[in-house]
């Protein structure tokens, strides 16, 4: 419950009333707060639906508006993490090759030292990278095919455990490269060079773990910065001083990022997929405006002109 009081769901529902949200049906009010919890549910969502100078909700105001706002965030969890997963995939597979091709596939070569760059506190990171519980040295033994490969041939490739790292430790790994490996890696994206790879790299991690735990995502902002790019001034995006008002730390910075690392087919598919969504909630909801949403979301009203220009 928000605040550390429990309340019973008969307490939490008075207290939505007595704030000015409306609840025509009761018992399906009480049904969605027990499925998915007063916390994540109507504190995670109210702030576009209240008044900010009265913190009561605007006129007009429903439980069922807190819902299909859950619901819209719940489609675009669903959206982004799979289309995260494509390029989480591609980059796994291009490093694995990348690094074999250079090195070799022997898990010797895979946890030297000498086979990355970072110094002072990123060396820290890179040795923990290598050696702690789940890292490259102890990668979870629950999957048989690792199992399998420590057991009868006592060496287990990279591209063998590559499919058990997160996309934390993968993009991770991909910064700690020696920057020939990370060139080889980054021409197998068309688009981008080595480093504003390992920055979208950074920011997507971010954005995937957002939908991955289920946490708010149509408004989050993050605490890295997407890098400056070619569609940032094709679209004309605003300034604030010498940065960009949007697609730097919010949702549509993963939008640009998405652009840039999944093929052209299926970044055109997931444009198609985002804006049925987006046009959906608006078209069946008027508590919150179209205008107020894309600030919310960090979306220029351009947005959709993404694939009108070449990278």
């Known amino acids: 419950m928000s605040g550390g009081e429990f309340r019973t769901y008969d307490e939490q529902i008075a207290k939505l009333l007595e704030k000015g949200l409306a609840v025509s049906d009761v018992a399906a009010a009480k049904s969605k707060l027990a499925a998915v919890g007063y916390f994540a549910l109507v504190s995670g969502y109210k702030e576009p639906l209240r008044d900010p100078s009265t913190r009561r ?14 619901d819209f965030d719940d489609a675009l969890r669903d959206l982004f993490e799979r289309a995260i997963s494509d390029v989480e995939l591609k980059l796994k597979s291009t490093l694995s090759y990348a690094f074999c091709e250079r090195h070799g596939e022997g898990q010797a070569a895979y946890l030297d030292p000498a086979n990355y760059t970072p110094k002072g506190k990123k060396a820290k990171a890179m040795s923990k990278l290598l050696t702690t519980p789940g ?58 060079n080595e480093r504003e790879l390992a920055q979208m790299m950074l920011y997507l991690v971010l954005y995937r773990n957002v939908c991955a735990h289920g946490e708010r995502l149509f408004s989050h902002r993050a605490y890295s ?57 608006l078209r069946g909801n008027e508590a919150v405006e179209r205008g107020e949403l894309f600030a919310y979301m960090g979306f ?3 947005w959709k002109d993404v694939t009108r220009y070449r990278m």
């Open 57 to 70: 909700y605007k006129p007009g105001v429903s439980f069922d508006d807190v819902v299909a706002l859950y």
């Open 300 to 302: 220029p009203e351009n």
């Open 135 to 192: 890292g490259l040295a102890n990668v979870n033994t629950d999957y048989a095919y690792i199992v399998h490969h420590r057991k009868k041939r006592g060496n287990v490739p990279l591209w063998v455990i590559m499919r058990a790292l997160t996309f934390g430790q993968a993009s991770m790994m991909y910064s700690f490269l020696l920057p020939a490996d990370k060139a080889a890696v980054a021409k197998g994206f068309d688009h981008v």
């Open 225 to 281: 910065d997407m890098p400056d790019t070619a569609l940032h001034a094709k679209l004309g995006l605003a300034r604030n001083g010498q940065e960009y008002a949007c697609g730097k730390r919010d949702l549509f910075g993963c939008v640009i990022a998405l652009c840039y690392l999944l093929s052209a087919e299926g970044f055109l598919a997931f444009k198609r997929r985002l804006a049925s969504i987006i046009d959906r909630f």
